[in-house]
Antibody, heavy 117, light 111 residues
Framework: EVQLVESGGGLIQPGGSLRLSCVAS????????MTWVRQAPGKGLEWVSLIYSGGSTYYPDSVKGRFTISRDNSKNTLYLQMNSLRAEDTAVYYC???????????WGQGTLVAVSS | QSALTQPPSASGSPGQSVTISCTGTSSDVGGYSYVSWYQHHPGKAPKLMIY???KRPSGVPDRFSGSKSGNTASLTVSGLQAEDEADYYC???????????FGGGTKLTVL
């Protein structure tokens, strides 16, 4: 059974950093395209990072230079390093698998990141 | 502002059909056959309902169908049931520099 379990969210001050983790089971992270998607309070879904199986990464302009997606193949885990956090980064962050391209067939339950002083 | 435009709300009575639209441009919806639809019950993980415009993943009832005409994609839910009440989001491929764009979401209410 495919499962994605996120962790690492919490309350952080503006300008701070946070690293989200997503432990996958039932499939191999490194063999798949993976993504992080967020949903701000009362807002829609927003793609915030993508990593291809070959290791290439992509980010929207809203987080480029601040967020970094990565994976640890030995732990079958996906990460999202978030730096220079802003109030507008407050959201529930979902880890997800892309398949078939570019649809998302499995999502985690999400982890809440709140950026506030 | 979301890249794709959806109506904020839609509604229908049990047994009826409802269609939700998703309007983009020739650079996303109109340019590729890569439109997906997701069902999201608040507090739960979103669920893929339609991919590649009109394909249903295993386990999704055939009451859900997708289509596209020009720059507008549509999700139709037939034979509405109470459990269909949820938020629905469309997404589309939008090119190699911006692979995934989402709509703003539509809240479907079953009256």
């Amino acid at each position: 059974e495919v499962q994605l379990v996120e962790s690492g969210g919490g309350l952080i001050q503006p300008g701070g950093s946070l690293r989200l983790s997503c432990v996958a089971s039932g499939f191999t992270v490194s063999n798949n395209y993976m993504t992080w998607v967020r949903q701000a309070p009362g807002k829609g879904l927003e793609w915030v990072s993508l990593i291809y199986s070959g290791g290439s990464t992509y980010y929207p302009d809203s987080v480029k230079g601040r967020f970094t997606i990565s994976r640890d193949n030995s732990k079958n885990t996906l990460y999202l390093q978030m730096n220079s956090l802003r109030a507008e980064d407050t959201a529930v962050y979902y880890c997800a698998r892309i398949s078939p391209w570019p649809s998302i067939d499995y999502w985690g339950q999400g982890t809440l990141v709140a950026v506030s002083s | 502002q979301s890249a794709l435009t959806q109506p904020p709300s839609a509604s229908g009575s049990p047994g009826q059909s409802v269609t939700i639209s998703c309007t983009g441009t020739s650079s996303d919806v109109g340019g590729y056959s890569y439109v997906s639809w997701y069902q999201h019950h608040p507090g739960k993980a979103p669920k893929l309902m339609i991919y590649e415009v009109n394909k249903r993943p295993s386990g999704v009832p055939d009451r859900f169908s997708g289509s596209k005409s020009g720059n507008t994609a549509s999700l139709t839910v037939s034979g509405l049931q109470a459990e269909d009440e949820a938020d629905y989001y469309c997404s589309s491929f939008a090119g190699s520099d911006n692979p995934v764009v989402f709509g703003g979401g539509t809240k479907l209410t079953v009256l």
